[in-house]
């Protein structure tokens, strides 16, 4: 009896030890799968975040190559307003209308001096305000080409005499036409 109960203890202590290596096995696994479950989900953050750091800096990169773009095309648009300035208002004709003024001066014609750098500041003025503009009334247009030609007709010694004939037409003098459209023409023909 004490061999069968001994026997009977041996096996419920093994079948103990099997089982409580068992549940150990089991739990082992559960933790195993449990930190490999997390490794997966910290790897997943990992890359979400590592993607989302990428697309943000590359949204970045962008942005900020459109604003320096935008900066550079507003830099070359300006400059390039500057040179259409300067090419319209020809520094030879300038030159040319202030000597014009100084000789009147040197001669003591006040009066031809003052009517002409009247004149030549009221070009001054609207063709520099005109430039900010696409499109000008024609009556404005035809205003500036008047003042011109008057002081290309003084700068060449009066050798040519012009009208501009306009109809009264209140609409057809608010039309608008592009800016600095008739002055080139005028030059041409004054100069050829």
Same mark, same amino acid.
């Not at 103990?16 to 195993?32: G, M």
């Given at each position: 009896?004490?061999?069968?109960?001994?026997?009977?203890?041996?096996?419920?202590?093994?079948d103990? #030890?099997?089982? /409580?290596?068992?549940?150990?096995? !089991?739990? $082992?696994?559960?933790?195993?799968a +449990?930190?490999? *479950?997390?490794? %997966?989900?910290?790897?997943?953050?990992?890359?979400?975040?590592?993607?989302?750091? #990428?697309?943000? /800096?590359?949204a970045?990169?962008? !942005?900020? $190559?459109?604003?320096?773009?935008? +900066?550079?095309? *507003?830099?070359? %648009?300006?400059?390039?307003?500057?040179?259409?300035?300067?090419?319209?208002?020809?520094?030879?004709?300038?030159?040319?209308?202030?000597?014009?003024?100084?000789?009147?001066?040197?001669?003591?014609?006040a009066?031809?001096?003052?009517?002409?750098?009247?004149r030549?500041?009221?070009?001054?003025r609207?063709?520099?305000?005109?430039?900010?503009?696409?499109?000008?009334?024609?009556?404005?247009?035809?205003?500036?080409?008047?003042?011109?030609?008057?002081?290309?007709?003084?700068?060449?010694?009066?050798?040519?005499?012009?009208?501009?004939?306009?109809?009264?037409?209140?609409?057809?003098?608010?039309?608008?036409?592009?800016?600095?459209?008739?002055?080139?023409?005028?030059?041409?023909?004054?100069?050829?």
């Open positions: 009896q004490r061999d069968l109960q001994w026997k009977f203890d041996r096996e419920r202590l093994a103990s #030890l099997r089982s /409580a290596q068992q549940l150990r096995d !089991i739990e $082992d696994q559960r933790t195993i +449990e930190l490999r *479950a997390e490794r %997966a989900d910290t790897r997943s953050l990992l890359l979400g975040g590592g993607g989302l750091l #990428l697309a943000g /800096a590359g970045w990169l962008v !942005i900020l $190559d459109r604003k320096r773009r935008r +900066e550079r095309f *507003a830099k070359q %648009a300006a400059q390039l307003e500057a040179k259409a300035l300067r090419a319209q208002m020809d520094p030879h004709f300038i030159g040319n209308a202030l000597h014009v003024i100084n000789s009147y001066l040197l001669v003591n014609d009066r031809s001096a003052s009517d002409l750098l009247s030549f500041a009221q070009w001054m609207s063709t520099l305000e005109n430039n900010r503009l696409d499109e000008v009334p024609l009556s404005d247009e035809v205003e500036t080409a008047r003042t011109y030609l008057a002081l290309e007709r003084a700068r060449t010694g009066e050798k040519f005499d012009f009208s501009i004939d306009l109809p009264d037409d209140e609409a057809t003098c608010r039309t608008p036409i592009p800016t600095m459209l008739i002055q080139p023409l005028l030059e041409n023909a004054v100069k050829h």
